[in-house]
């Protein structure tokens, strides 16, 4: 970089840069993980007060009765990292399953949302345009590990050792799909949700706050879509 | 707070004085957000530039109103995207993130 603050760690990778927006715990709380529709995930991760009745699920928006949602579309939508209950995360080891239990959840936004003017100590870090990118003043969101899957299908578990002392959750989103077959548009019609990405366990979060969650076992509905490979990353949430 | 042996890098500390984050972990990250639009037509961008940091560029689809997501696919430092099974008049946008 040509100018500005950049750290890296021990494994060679860049840990902080001023250049690069980074993350912040916006909010937390815990929430069932309940299965809807083929299989598909959902959890409520909007503020108390928040009464409006979207959830998301399978790629659409959708209110509870079933019918579509039709409000706007975000462009730099947050995270939600989940700690659920086992067998999903147990001890020093992070295991993934298309069990759905109870899950700690937490939602990560840019730091460019934050005032820096509420900052409270530590270090603070601006891009050439002004904008916030890390501020110890709030909880960053730092990866601990991030675990490939390949060719993943139901049934199939991945077993990740991580350090112990440290609580962890994991953000599981479609950004880490890899798709290795098309989709047949031949299959799953109907009212079923033909998301590929669902077929997967994934997760991701609108501007609206409706988050949606597929969990790994959908896949077998779909011919032509039953495996894929990905990546899961790890958070640490100590503290949090 | 105390001075702790560290092999490289940074740690940070809580209000605490416990560690916030030591030397192992890192950040997650926006490389770039691009709105693809309706993803009628495939397309691509060049990662290779945000990876020589060490990290790896993945792509994250942050909204689609579709129920068909893009096919998104990745390959000597291009990540491509395909358009979907059912994307008319749905919109797209997806999100470069390092890891």
């Not at chain 1, 700690?83 to 995360?89: K, V």
């Not at chain 1, 366990?201 to 894929?228: K, L, W």
């Not at chain 2, 495939?42 to 109103?65: F, K, M, R």
């Amino acid at each position: 970089m040509g100018i500005g603050f950049e750290v890296y760690n021990e494994q060679g990778k860049l840990q902080i840069s001023s250049d690069l927006m980074q993350y912040y715990l916006h909010s937390k709380g815990t929430g069932k993980l309940s299965r809807q529709n083929n299989n598909d995930g959902v959890i409520d991760v909007r503020p108390p007060g928040n009464k409006r009745p979207t959830y998301v699920y399978g790629g659409g928006i959708f209110d509870p009765s079933g019918a579509p949602y039709t409000g706007p579309t975000g462009t730099d939508t947050g995270f939600i990292a989940l700690r659920c209950t086992e067998p999903l995360i147990g001890g020093g080891a992070l295991t993934l399953s298309s069990n759905s239990p109870d899950c700690d959840w937490y939602r990560f936004e840019p730091f460019s949302d934050l005032d820096p003017s509420n900052s409270r100590f530590g270090l603070q870090l601006f891009n050439s345009a002004g904008k916030v990118t890390f501020d110890l003043g709030a909880k960053p969101l730092i990866i601990s590990a991030v675990q490939r899957v390949n060719n993943l299908s139901a049934g199939t578990n991945y077993t990740l050792g991580l350090p112990g002392g440290r609580k962890y959750a994991f953000i599981m989103n479609k950004a880490s799909l890899r798709v290795t077959k098309p989709f047949s548009a031949s299959t799953g019609g109907g009212t079923q949700l033909p998301d590929l990405n669902a077929t997967s366990s994934t997760i991701n979060i609108t501007s609206n706050g409706d988050v949606r969650i597929a969990d790994s076992g959908y896949e077998t509905d779909y011919a032509g879509s039953n495996s894929f490979d990905g990546l899961y990353t790890i958070i640490d949430v100590t503290g949090y | 707070m105390g001075i702790l042996v560290m092999a490289a890098g940074i740690q940070l500390f809580n209000a605490d004085g416990s560690v916030l984050m030591d030397t192992t972990q890192w950040l997650l990250k926006t490389g770039a957000i691009l709105n693809i639009g309706t993803v009628d037509t495939p397309g691509s961008v060049n990662v290779s530039a945000l990876e020589s940091s060490g990290l790896t560029a993945e792509v994250i689809v942050s909204s689609n109103e579709a129920q068909t997501a893009p096919v998104i696919s990745k390959s000597n430092g291009v990540i491509y995207w395909n358009r979907t099974a059912d994307n008319a008049n749905f919109r797209n946008n997806i999100r470069v993130v390092l890891l």
